[in-house]
C-alpha cells in the first residue's frame, strides 16, 4: 500500500473517531508530513483524495477543515416558500452570498421560458448558499428588464427572490413545474460547493409566475450537492 493510501486511511480513521470533528481545521501540510515523516507532496495528495471522497474541504488560504458528514438539509421541491425563509424556520445557521449579477446575451430556451422577445434585456442573478459553514447549493435566478425596471440596480442585493417579488408588489405568485436531473459539478461548481468531484448533484430547472395577472417573473436554475440534503417533493 502506498503512503499516500496509507495515510488517507489514517486520517479516515481518526475523523470517524471523533479525532477531528466536523469544521475541525486540520494540521497543515507541512505539519502533517512532519508528524508522519513523509514528503509534503504525500500530505497533499491525501488531502485531495478525502476532498474527493467527502472527508474534509478546503478554504482558500485558510487550511483544510472536516466536512460535516450529518448534515441533511430537508429540500421542499414543491410551494411558494424561499429557501431562505425555510432555513430560518428550521434554525440553520444560513448565509446568503450573492455572487452574479450580469446582463446575459440572447438565449432561446431562457428567453422562451421569460416569454420575452429577442431584444428584450435579461439580468442572471446568482446566489451561493451556506449552511452551517457548508456551501449547499447555487441558485440562479433570470429576470427579465420589462418586469424589474431596476433589476440592474437592485439585482446585487437579492438574497431571496421571494422576498424580492414580494418588495416589487408580487404578494400571490407561484412556481411552475420543475424539471429535476442529476448532474457532475464541473471545475466552476466543485470550487463554489467544495465538493468532491464524485459527488453528483441536484439540478433543478424551474420558473414563477404572478397568479393575479399570469406574469412570467423567473426562470430559474438550481444546483444542491446531493449529501447535504434529505428529499420531500
Same mark, same amino acid.
Given at each position: 500500500?502506498?503512503?499516500?493510501?496509507?495515510?488517507?486511511?489514517?486520517?479516515?480513521?481518526?475523523?470517524?473517531?471523533?479525532?477531528?470533528?466536523?469544521?475541525?481545521?486540520?494540521?497543515?501540510?507541512?505539519?502533517?508530513?512532519?508528524?508522519?515523516?513523509?514528503?509534503?507532496?504525500?500530505?497533499?495528495?491525501?488531502?485531495?483524495?478525502?476532498? *474527493?471522497?467527502?472527508? +474534509? =474541504?478546503?478554504?482558500?488560504? @485558510?487550511?483544510? &477543515?472536516?466536512?460535516?458528514?450529518? /448534515?441533511?438539509?430537508? #429540500?421542499?421541491?414543491?410551494?411558494?416558500?424561499?429557501?431562505s425563509?425555510?432555513?430560518?424556520?428550521?434554525?440553520?445557521?444560513?448565509?446568503?452570498?450573492?455572487?452574479?449579477?450580469?446582463?446575459?446575451?440572447?438565449?432561446t430556451?431562457?428567453?422562451?421560458?421569460?416569454?420575452?422577445?429577442?431584444?428584450?434585456?435579461?439580468?442572471?442573478?446568482?446566489?451561493l448558499?451556506?449552511?452551517?459553514?457548508?456551501?449547499?447549493?447555487?441558485?440562479?435566478?433570470?429576470?427579465?428588464?420589462?418586469?424589474?425596471?431596476?433589476?440592474?440596480?437592485e439585482?446585487? *442585493?437579492?438574497?431571496? +427572490? =421571494?422576498?424580492?417579488?414580494? @418588495?416589487?408588489? &408580487?404578494?400571490?405568485?407561484?412556481? /411552475?413545474?420543475?424539471? #429535476?436531473?442529476?448532474?457532475?459539478?464541473?471545475?466552476?461548481?466543485?470550487?463554489?460547493?467544495?465538493?468532491?468531484?464524485?459527488?453528483?448533484?441536484?439540478?433543478?430547472e424551474?420558473?414563477?409566475?404572478?397568479?393575479?395577472?399570469?406574469?412570467?417573473?423567473?426562470?430559474?436554475?438550481n444546483?444542491?450537492?446531493?449529501?447535504?440534503f434529505?428529499?420531500?417533493?
Open positions: 500500500m502506498s503512503e499516500k493510501a496509507i495515510l488517507v486511511d489514517t486520517l479516515i480513521s481518526e475523523i470517524q473517531k471523533g479525532n477531528y470533528k466536523p469544521n475541525d481545521k486540520l494540521p497543515s501540510e507541512n505539519e502533517l508530513a512532519d508528524y508522519y515523516q513523509v514528503p509534503r507532496i504525500v500530505v497533499r495528495k491525501a488531502y485531495e483524495r478525502l476532498q *474527493e471522497l467527502g472527508y +474534509i =474541504f478546503s478554504k482558500q488560504g @485558510k487550511g483544510s &477543515y472536516v466536512q460535516n458528514q450529518k /448534515l441533511q438539509i430537508p #429540500l421542499i421541491l414543491t410551494g411558494d416558500v424561499s429557501f425563509e425555510k432555513m430560518q424556520e428550521l434554525n440553520y445557521r444560513f448565509e446568503t452570498r450573492n455572487i452574479a449579477c450580469e446582463e446575459i446575451a440572447y438565449d430556451s431562457i428567453f422562451h421560458a421569460l416569454n420575452v422577445g429577442k431584444n428584450a434585456v435579461v439580468y442572471k442573478i446568482s446566489r448558499r451556506i449552511v452551517e459553514d457548508c456551501p449547499i447549493a447555487v441558485h440562479t435566478s433570470y429576470l427579465s428588464q420589462t418586469v424589474f425596471a431596476n433589476i440592474k440596480r439585482g446585487s *442585493e437579492i438574497s431571496s +427572490i =421571494f422576498q424580492f417579488f414580494r @418588495k416589487q408588489g &408580487y404578494s400571490d405568485f407561484e412556481a /411552475l413545474k420543475t424539471k #429535476l436531473t442529476v448532474i457532475f459539478p464541473n471545475k466552476k461548481e466543485r470550487e463554489l460547493l467544495k465538493c468532491p468531484s464524485l459527488v453528483p448533484l441536484l439540478s433543478l424551474s420558473g414563477c409566475i404572478d397568479r393575479r395577472t399570469g406574469q412570467v417573473l423567473e426562470y430559474s436554475k444546483i444542491y450537492r446531493s449529501d447535504c434529505t428529499y420531500i417533493i
